[in-house]
C-alpha cells in the first residue's frame, strides 16, 4: 500500500511539473505539422484492429513484402543480409550448437558404451571415517583437526565420536589415498566411496 501512495505521489508531481513546462514555455501558434519529424510519422495508414486469439492475424503490407523479398533471396545473399543486420544492430555473434551433435544425442545407447562407461575408473572419492581404536582417540582428533579445515578442538572431538562421518568429499584419487594412510596411522578405519 505504501509503494502505490508512493508511486501516485511520484506520478502526479510529474503531471504538476510537465504542466507548468508547458504553461511557460511552449506557445500552441509555433507548433505546427511540419515541426515533427517526416521520418517519424510517415504512414498516413491506420493502425489495424488487434486480433483476437481465435483470429487469424493481419499483418501490415510492408511486412508482408519484407518476408516476400526475403523469401526470394538465395542463401550467400542471406548470409551477407545477416552480417549486415548484425552490424547494424550491433548484435554480437553467439555460437550455435552444431545440428550433427544434436542428432548424435538424441540416439540411444548401446549396451557396449553402457558396460565402457561402467568399466571407467573412477577420480573423485568420499573419504569416510568408520570407526577408531579408543586408545588412539586424542591423536585421531588432532588429526581430524588438522585435516578438516575451520574445526576447532572441540569440534574435531564431535566429529570423532559421532562416526560414521565423512571426512571430506570428491577429492581427487591420489589426496584420498594419502588421507586414507594419514587417519589409518593414527588408529582409525577409513571407507573410500
Known amino acids: 500500500m505504501q509503494a502505490i501512495r508512493v508511486v501516485t505521489s511520484e506520478l502526479s508531481w510529474c503531471l504538476r511539473c510537465s504542466r507548468r513546462y508547458w504553461q511557460r514555455n511552449v506557445s500552441f501558434q509555433s507548433l505546427s505539422l511540419q515541426s515533427f519529424s517526416p521520418r517519424r510519422f510517415n504512414t498516413t495508414e491506420a493502425i489495424p484492429p488487434v486480433a483476437l486469439e481465435n483470429e487469424e492475424k493481419q499483418y501490415a503490407p510492408k511486412i508482408q513484402q519484407l518476408v516476400k523479398d526475403i ?12 552480417e549486415l543486420l548484425k552490424k547494424t544492430l550491433k548484435i554480437a555473434d553467439t555460437p550455435m550448437m552444431a545440428v550433427g551433435a544434436v542428432a548424435s544425442s538424441a540416439k540411444p545407447k548401446d549396451e557396449e558404451a553402457e558396460a565402457s562407461e561402467a568399466k571407467q575408473e573412477k577420480v573423485n572419492f568420499n573419504v569416510k571415517l568408520t570407526k577408531f581404536d579408543d586408545s588412539k582417540k586424542v591423536a585421531l582428533i588432532k588429526e581430524v583437526k588438522n585435516v578438516v579445515p575451520g574445526l576447532n578442538l572441540v569440534q574435531a572431538k564431535k566429529f570423532v565420536e559421532s562416526l560414521p562421518q565423512l571426512v571430506k568429499t ?14 589409518e596411522a593414527v588408529g582409525a578405519t577409513v571407507v573410500l566411496d
Request: charged share 35%; hydrophobic share 45%.
Open 170 to 183: 570428491d577429492v581427487p584419487k591420489e589426496e584420498a589415498e594419502k588421507l586414507k594412510a594419514a587417519l
Open 71 to 82: 523469401s526470394q533471396l538465395t542463401l550467400l545473399e542471406v548470409a551477407d543480409l545477416n
